[in-house]
């Protein structure tokens, strides 16, 4: 079975951006979002994005914005927000304790 490199979403949003001739500020301006969102889109660095659903949402607008597919980008978005997503343990049964004098001196100061 042989796999194709297919670039990201970003990478496809920002060569439809520059096949069209539109700067990132004018795909910023038109989208409503800063410059820098732009950017962290087409790096899909999530870190500077906002919660996932939003980011769907700004991918699907900047999709249409540059003639892409949106439901063709989807599948990538999807894919980097599953591995991007925290995952955390359940803290049932933890027990942070504190010792008797500890409790004594932090009474007075409270």
Do not use: C
């Amino acid at each position: 079975m042989s796999q194709s490199f297919t670039p990201g979403f970003g990478a496809a949003l920002a060569s439809a951006r520059e096949s069209r001739g539109l700067t990132i500020a004018e795909v910023a301006e038109r989208l409503k979002l800063s410059p820098r969102q732009i950017e962290a889109i087409e790096a899909e660095d999530w870190s500077a994005l906002p919660d996932p659903v939003f980011v769907r949402g700004f991918v699907r607008n900047y999709a249409r914005i540059v003639g892409v597919e949106p439901e063709a980008l989807m599948p990538a978005v999807n894919s980097v927000e599953a591995v991007t997503q925290t995952i955390t343990a359940p803290s049932a049964g933890v027990r942070l304790g504190s010792s008797p004098v500890a409790r004594w001196l932090l009474l007075p100061l409270l």
